[in-house]
């Protein structure tokens, strides 16, 4: 697993997003996804509940183009929002240590809208604004099916019950297999999607900075309005 750092493998990375969904500078789609887990008990229990009243890790994972996993971070309880898992992660501090505008993640309203990791509009008016919020939703539905291919691969996702501190060196190793099973392109399994979390969006103080949404406009105003 290896997040795009040298030159060659950013661009190639971004040429592969833009062929794909049409959207520029994209280095990854990122996303949360809950695994569920057995009561860890004791006084952590109370932090491993998330929404839904179950018991779950959330794991923050970046892919590229083909759903192939660059980054995971597999050790919060189930009830951290995205938001802020990102906002702690070491991912974050690498994209603000470099960032010049050129490094794209694509995000969910969950995500604050940065200057490196974009969100959609919530409320698109216009062409430009529409056309936006369509390349970015295509860019960024492809973590949402990864989810879903990852779990039907290792159905042991789906519902763990081993120790916490095991818990996440499966998810780990299970990010690790999957992208194996991508290079030796084995045949994705057959199945329904499973069980997401619905979005829950960031306060209105929160959801946009002002230098990202500076951002979102520039790559609207020079990619989606011609």
């Not at 280095?27 to 929404?51: E, K, W």
């Not at 099916?145 to 998810?171: A, E, H």
């Not at 500076?214 to 020079?222: F, N, T, V």
Request: charged share 25%; with cysteine.
């Amino acid at each position: 697993m290896k997040f795009p750092t040298t030159r060659d493998e950013i661009e190639t990375t971004q040429q592969q997003f833009y062929e794909y969904c049409g959207f520029p500078g994209v280095i990854g789609a990122i996303d949360g996804t809950h695994v569920y887990i057995r009561s860890p008990g004791g006084y952590q229990a109370l932090y491993f509940m998330n929404r839904k009243n179950r018991y779950s890790v959330n794991v923050q994972v970046v892919c590229d183009h083909a759903g192939k996993m660059t980054s995971i971070v597999a050790r919060w309880p189930g009830s951290t929002h995205d938001s802020q898992i990102f906002s702690e992660c070491t991912l974050k501090e690498q994209l603000e240590a470099r960032a010049d505008g050129t490094e794209l993640l694509l995000g969910d309203s969950g995500y604050p809208c940065l200057p490196y990791l974009l969100t959609p509009l919530l409320r698109p008016q216009g062409r430009p604004n529409v056309r936006y919020n369509t390349a970015h939703k295509r860019g960024r539905c492809v973590i949402e099916r990864t989810f879903g291919r990852w779990k039907r691969r290792f159905p042991c996702l789906n519902d763990l019950s081993v120790k916490v501190d095991t818990t996440f060196t499966i998810i780990v190793a299970c990010s690790v297999l999957w992208n194996i099973s991508l290079d030796r392109r084995e045949q994705d399994i057959p199945g329904p999607e499973p069980d997401e979390m619905p979005l829950v969006h960031l306060p209105p103080g929160l959801h946009d900075a002002v230098a990202g949404r500076l951002r979102r406009d520039q790559i609207i105003e020079d990619h989606f309005t011609h």
